[in-house]
Structure formats: structure tokens, C-alpha cells
């Protein structure tokens, strides 16, 4: 079964595009959200496997999105996607507890895949 | 009773009349009859005393006449009463006695009376008046025995004067008539009496200096300034006493002569005057005039006047005497007189000081304060270095307790100086008024400081509770207070453009992040999702030739999306704002062209302003690495200490930078400005650059004036 995915992003052209793009790629995009409250909600109501979660969020970071959804259990594995180089936010990335960074414009279901690595069982459960 | 003023007035009036009446009377009949002691005619010298005496009465007169309850003024005139009536007695004896024997009866009562009829007047003058200056009052209950002590000496030394038995004695010689009212019972006691009483004289004198001595340590205010005229008086004529008795010594006299020794005596005694003189003042008029001036010059001159004496004397007259000389040498004149010229500049330069020492105390001169400020504003530009520096030179000038500066920003007054410093705030606000008015602060004196008509800021001057602002507080503020208003026009202005510099360059950078904003949420964003969907549509597209044009749009969108990206970050680095300078430099450091080591030290944030500017030095400079310095390495190091940023980009390229040339470099010294931050360029040819910035941390971007308005 395809893993079940968040789209987490204030643009609505990019989750369009992900979605499409996601989709075409075998994975089940089942909500999207745009914001950091809105995501924590349908975190609750989803619990996906995986989250593609932009880093600038209007209300909140995605660093500390990703932080609340993990320690909360909410959902299986994060990547965070950016317009910018993944450089712009040093060691961020780790710190957060996402398995990874996109810059967007490289999102692809095979990056993803690569990132999810092994633990492609996991959110194909 | 309480008599009336218009009574008091009357009898003051009478008191004069009285005196000069029986004065000129006495000096018109006695004229070419008066002789000394030795039988020298001494008409000039007696007239001179009374003109001399005469001042007491009309200056008591004129304190009457302005405030008719004054004790003083009362002395004053009791003391013209008596001198008055011992002129009045004199004339009787002389009459009796001499000019018309025989024609008025009592003539040896009379002048056994008026034989002692100086000591009140005396007694009167050296102690009543110097103990009860300026109020009337003694200074505490404590020399009330003092008091009661000259008032015996008055009663008894007259008593046992007048009544003592033996020969009459007096001014007119009259040898061997018994006094007719001699009292034979006080033959053992009378001259013990009488020696006693003159002993006690000049004890009761002293007594009242010493007196003046304690009141003028603990006076204040008014109370201060009078005796301060007092003492000056009293300074000065001392000095001429000592000077009439160095002339009378007698190898001084005989080197001077007769005729000089006369000027010196008669100077000194008329100098007396100077007493009642500087008592009207002190009692009707002493806010007038600056004492302090008056007596430091009074000072310098009666010095300089004792030390020309001293050396002139010294070596005519002792060395003279030494090698045997009679008669004043030629020579040893010249020799005094060059001694005199060639040292006179030094010592009337140290005599100043001394003065200046013995009048204002620690205070610093007038003058002093003006040569100060202007030196001291020479150096100074900020408001934040300018404006304590001018309430610590008013303080200091005019001995106040408390000094403020007040800067008028629109139609609000703000205190910006303190002096001496507090731990209260520096800046209050303060009552609001029309842009042109001089707001009611506290303060003994509130002096404004103007540009032309613009009333740019207030000096308030509060002075210890009793000290009162001088006439010359006044004049020296009013001198700083037009100095001041011309500095601190220039500094305002030089303020204006510092601030202005400082919103400039925050406003830029304000810009430049909205800029890289817009293009990261709007431009970028577009592409990003084209390419995504490009992309997707050519992996989906069946037709190889439609397949391989969008797979070429989604490559060209993609190098668009790196362009764009590259040229957000240089305007504006996001990695700055949220992460702070030392991972926006281990950034910049990656995608140099050059490798780049980052040395940071720092352990906090630093203030946003510096943070930026510090980043676009580095990211200036390692630019500038990579175009010309032809470098194989560069180090960017940053540390913290003292208050203080340390920033060093160091390569070891080719050398030879030059940090006049080039907008680059400039452009990086004016960012630091507006953060008070230093540039300096190290780039010796073949050595590599060493480019080295500091950035105090502490700095409250000046006082920021607010402009005029």
C-alpha cells in the first residue's frame, strides 16, 4: 500500500504541483495543510506516514512543526522542502529530527525514496 | 517705643550733622594750632583722619537712609557720634586753654574727659563693628563675654583715665596741674587700670578678628558675600600697615625719607575708609558687584606691591648696610630694580594662582573655564561626549551641587547631562512649551543656550542651599552659554547626519530583506512548481520530441531557480536573520571560490545592525579574495572581548589592496560607522590582506538627537 502523505506548504501552486507529482510517483497524498497550526491538526486527524513540510510557514517554522509532530507520535517520517539551499539553515535540518531536506525544485518520488530509505517498510505499512 | 523710619531717618541726618559740624568746626578753628607729640604742626594729617572717619557716619547715613532699622547703620553713626564728640571736647580744651584762656569755664575737666574720649569711638570701630558684622548680631551666644569684656574696657579704661589723680595729661601740653577731679582713693589702682584697659585694647581687637574669622568659615550665601567685602577691606589694609611699618623701620625710614614715609602714613590710614566703604556695599549693594574678582586682583596687587617693596628694600637697604655704604648705592638700585623687572612676570604668575587659590578655592577661574570648554569642545562631535563634558565644566566653574543640560527635541525638553554623574537615568522629560520658551525647571539659574534665535538647550545651575549665584556666576554663564550655542549647532548637525546615515543604511537593509522575501515567496516559488510540474509532464510524455522539450524547459527552469536563489542570498541572506552571523559565515565561507576557514567565537547573538554589517564586510572581502587577491586560502576569524566585536579576513594573496580606492572598501568603512565600528586595511605587497574591523558592542547609536525642527 502506497505510504500516506501531508503536503505542508503556504503556496498553493506548490502543493498542487507536489500532489500531482507525489501521486503520479505511487504515493498517497491523503491531506494538505498551509500553514503550522492547521498541519498539527491534520497530523492528528491523518497520522500519515510521511510529511513533505516546508521550512517558512507563516505562523510557525517547519523545524519546530516537525519537533511537536514527532514528540507527539503523530506521524511516521518528515522531509523538509525549501526554495532555498538546504545551506541556509545550517544544521537545523538534523536538529529537527526530519530524516532529511528537498530543495523543492528537486522533489521527485525518487528523492523522497532515497531519503525514506529503509525505512520505505515503515510507511508502507 | 518704636520710633518711626521717617524719625529714624531724621536722627541719622542729626548724627551726621552733629559730626561734620563738630569735625569742621573743630578743624577750621584749630587749624595751624594742631601739634604732634614732638611739636610738629600735623593740620594735613588730622584732616586727612577726619575726612577718613567721616566715612563711617555717611555710610551708616546712606544704610539708614535705605533701611532705617539696619544695626550696622546705627553702629556706623554711633561710631561718627563719638568721634564727634571727641572733637567736640578737643575744641572746648582748646578754646578754654589755649586760643581764649580763661573765656569758657571746666577747661582741665574738659580735657581730662577728653583724653580718653578716643577709646569708644576705638573700641567702636575694632571690636563692636567687626564682631557684629554683617546682621547687627554676634555670631552665637559664645562671645557674648567678649562683648561684655570691650563694654568694661569702654567704662573703666574711661573711668580711670578720667578720674586717675596726678598731673593732667593730654593733647595741649599743661605741665604740673593736678587733675581737678582726680579721685585719691584710686591713686594705687588707677595706673593699673589704665594699663590694663590698653592691654585689653588690642586683645578685644584681636578677639573680634578672630570672630569675623569663625562667622566667614561656617557663612553662606549673602552672609558670605558681605563679609567677603569685609575681609578684602580688611586684607588690604593690612598689607598697607605692614607696608607704613617696613617704612618706618628705621634703616628703611632713613633710606626713604621723611616725605615718603608721610605718603605710606597717610595711604594707610586713609585706608581705613575702605572699611565703612566696603561695608555700604556689603549691607546695600552687594549683589552688584563680583567680589571675587575684586579681591583677587586686590590680592595680586598687594603682593606684588609687598614683594617689589621687599626685594627693592632688601637689597638697597641690607646690602647697602652689609658693605658699608651710607648713602643708597646707584648700583645696588639697578641691581633691585633688574632683579625686580626679570622676576616680576614669574612671581605675578604664581602671586595669580595663589590668589586665584585663596579666592575660589578648587574651583576652577572664570577664565580657566572658558579656555577650557573651547579646547575641550575642539575635540569632542557626539552629544553623548559633548554635553557632560560642558555640565562637568559649569559645574566646576561656579562651585555648583548639581548641574544639567537640557536638549530641546520639537517642543519636548529632554535632560541629556548630569553633572556630577548619578545613577539616575540621564534622560527625563520635561514640561512642554511653545518652542521659544525657557521651560520653569529647578535650578537656581535655568541659562539658555541659543544659536541665533534658536533656542537649542538649558544649562540649569543649582548651587548648595544659602550659596547664592555671584554677578560673576552670572557673567561666566552667560560667556559659556554663547560658546556652547555655537558647538552645539555643529554637533547637532553632525548628529542629524549620523542619524540620517543610520536610517539610510537600516533602511536598505530593511529593503533588501523585504526584497529577498518577495522573490523567495513570489518568483521563486512559480518556478519551482513549474519545473516540478515540467518535469513530471515530460516524464509522462509518450512523443519523444515533446518529451525531450520539456525535459529541456524543466533544465532551463531549473537553472533559473539556482540563479534566482543565488541572487536572493545576495541580497539578503535568510541564514543571517535566522541563524545568526556565525553559520551565515560558515555559509558564505562554503560557496567561496576560494577555501575559506571560519573562526567563530562568538557564543550569543549579536545586535541585528552589527550582524549585518559584519556580514557583507566578510562577504566583501572574500569577494574581493576571490577577484583579485589570487589567494590560495583565506581565514575569517570573529571574536568577542572587552565589550567589544573583533573581525579579521585574512588571505595570503598578492597584498597590495587599496582601501582608498574602490567604492567596496569605502562603502564597508561608512556601514561601520553607523555601528561606531573601525576598518583599518593591512596589505603589504607580496604579504597577503589583512582586513581587521572592531565593533563596540555597547554602543547606544550616540544620543540621538532629534532634528530641529
Known sequence: MAPTTLIVDDHRLFRTSARLLLEAEGYDVVGEAEDGASAVAAAERLHPDVVVLDVQLPDMTGFDIARELLERRLVGRIVLVSSRHASEYGEQVGDSGAVGFIAKDELSGAALHTLLGSGDSDATQ | ?709
Open chain 2, 1 to 709: 517705643m518704636r520710633l518711626s523710619d521717617r524719625t529714624l531717618r531724621r536722627l541719622a541726618w542729626a548724627v551726621v550733622a552733629w559730626f561734620v559740624a563738630a569735625m569742621g568746626i573743630g578743624s577750621l578753628v584749630l587749624w595751624g594750632h594742631n601739634t604732634d607729640a614732638d611739636g610738629t604742626a600735623d593740620d594735613v594729617g588730622s584732616v586727612l583722619f577726619g575726612l577718613m572717619v567721616t566715612l563711617f557716619p555717611v555710610v551708616g547715613l546712606l544704610i539708614i537712609r535705605q533701611q532705617p532699622r539696619n544695626r550696622i547703620g546705627w553702629l556706623l553713626l554711633a561710631i561718627g557720634f563719638a568721634w564727634g564728640m571727641s572733637a567736640a571736647l578737643e575744641l572746648y580744651v582748646e578754646w578754654a586753654l589755649v586760643l581764649h584762656p580763661g573765656s569758657l569755664p571746666g577747661g582741665y575737666v574738659v580735657q581730662t574727659v577728653a583724653s580718653s574720649s578716643w577709646l569708644p569711638p576705638i573700641m567702636l570701630m575694632g571690636v563692636y563693628l567687626i564682631l557684629l558684622f554683617p546682621d547687627g548680631r554676634l555670631p552665637s551666644p559664645r562671645w557674648r563675654p567678649l562683648a561684655v569684656l570691650a563694654a568694661a574696657v569702654i567704662v573703666v579704661g574711661t573711668l580711670s583715665f578720667t578720674f586717675a589723680p596726678g598731673p593732667v595729661e593730654g593733647e595741649v601740653p599743661v605741665p604740673g596741674v593736678e587733675n581737678p577731679i582726680g579721685v585719691g582713693l584710686l591713686d594705687p589702682v588707677s595706673e593699673i587700670l589704665t594699663g590694663v584697659s590698653l592691654v585689653l585694647i588690642p586683645v578685644c581687637i584681636l578677639g573680634a578678628a578672630w570672630a569675623l574669622v569663625r562667622r566667614f568659615r561656617r557663612s553662606r550665601g549673602v552672609e558670605r558675600l558681605q563679609l567677603k567685602w569685609l575681609a578684602s577691606a580688611g586684607a588690604l589694609i593690612a598689607v598697607l600697615l605692614s607696608l607704613s611699618f617696613l617704612a618706618s623701620i628705621p634703616p628703611v625710614a632713613d633710606e626713604i625719607g621723611e616725605s615718603a614715609m608721610r605718603v605710606v602714613d597717610t595711604v594707610s590710614i586713609l585706608s581705613f575708609g575702605l572699611i565703612p566703604i566696603a561695608i555700604g556695599i556689603a549691607v546695600t549693594r552687594h549683589g552688584l558687584y563680583g567680589i571675587d574678582v575684586i579681591i583677587s586682583r586686590a590680592l595680586v596687587v598687594g603682593m606684588l606691591g609687598v614683594f617689589i617693596t621687599g626685594v627693592y628694600v632688601g637689597i638697597v637697604v641690607g646690602v647697602g648696610r652689609a658693605i658699608g655704604e651710607r648713602q643708597p648705592s646707584v648700583a645696588l638700585s639697578v641691581v633691585a630694580t633688574a632683579i625686580v623687572a626679570v622676576a616680576f612676570q614669574p612671581v605675578r604668575e604664581r602671586v595669580h594662582s595663589v590668589a586665584n587659590r585663596l579666592v575660589y578655592g578648587t574651583r576652577t577661574t572664570p577664565y580657566e573655564v572658558l579656555s577650557d570648554f573651547a579646547s575641550r569642545m575642539a575635540g569632542t562631535y557626539t552629544a553623548s561626549e559633548l554635553l557632560p563634558q560642558l555640565a562637568r565644566v559649569v559645574g566646576e566653574g561656579v562651585g555648583a551641587v548639581r548641574v544639567e543640560v537640557w536638549w530641546r527635541s520639537g517642543v519636548r525638553w529632554q535632560r541629556q547631562a548630569c553633572w556630577p554623574a548619578t545613577d539616575e537615568p540621564e534622560s527625563a522629560d520635561a514640561a512642554v512649551g511653545a518652542a521659544g520658551d525657557v521651560p520653569p525647571l529647578p535650578g537656581d539659574r535655568v541659562v539658555p543656550v541659543r544659536h541665533q534665535d534658536d533656542l537649542l538647550g538649558l544649562i540649569t545651575v543649582t548651587k548648595a542651599a544659602g550659596e547664592p549665584v555671584t554677578p560673576s556666576d552670572d557673567r561666566m554663564l552667560a560667556a559659556v552659554a554663547s560658546q556652547a550655542g555655537l558647538v552645539l549647532r555643529n554637533v547637532r548637525l553632525i548628529d542629524d547626519l549620523r542619524s540620517s546615515r543610520e536610517r539610510l543604511v537600516t533602511t536598505q537593509d530593511d529593503e533588501r530583506r523585504r526584497l529577498e522575501r518577495n522573490l523567495h515567496d513570489g518568483a521563486q516559488q512559480s518556478l519551482v512548481s513549474v519545473a516540478l510540474l515540467t518535469r513530471m509532464a515530460a516524464a509522462r510524455a509518450s512523443d519523444e520530441h515533446l518529451r525531450a522539450s520539456l525535459t529541456e524547459a524543466a533544465a532551463q527552469l531549473q537553472l533559473a531557480i539556482e540563479e534566482l536563489r543565488e541572487l536572493a542570498r545576495g541580497i539578503h541572506p535568510a541564514i543571517l536573520t535566522e541563524r545568526g552571523l556565525g553559520p551565515a559565515l560558515t555559509s558564505l565561507a562554503e560557496r567561496s571560490a576560494v577555501p575559506v576557514e571560519v573562526q567563530n567565537d562568538l557564543s550569543q547573538r549579536l545586535p541585528e545592525a552589527v550582524e549585518r554589517t559584519l556580514y557583507f564586510v566578510v562577504a566583501e572581502a572574500l569577494t574581493n579574495v576571490a577577484k583579485y587577491a589570487d589567494a590560495s586560502s583565506a581565514t575569517v576569524s570573529v571574536t568577542c572581548e572587552g565589550g567589544r566585536v573583533l573581525l579579521e579576513v585574512v588571505d595570503d594573496g598578492a597584498g597590495g589592496a587599496d582601501a582608498t580606492r574602490g567604492s567596496g572598501l569605502r562603502g564597508l568603512a561608512d556601514r561601520l560607522a553607523v555601528v561606531d565600528g573601525s576598518l583599518h586595511v593591512d596589505s603589504p605587497p607580496g604579504e597577503g590582506t589583512r582586513l581587521s574591523c572592531t565593533v563596540p558592542l555597547t554602543s547606544a547609536p550616540s544620543a540621538s538627537l532629534e532634528p530641529v525642527s
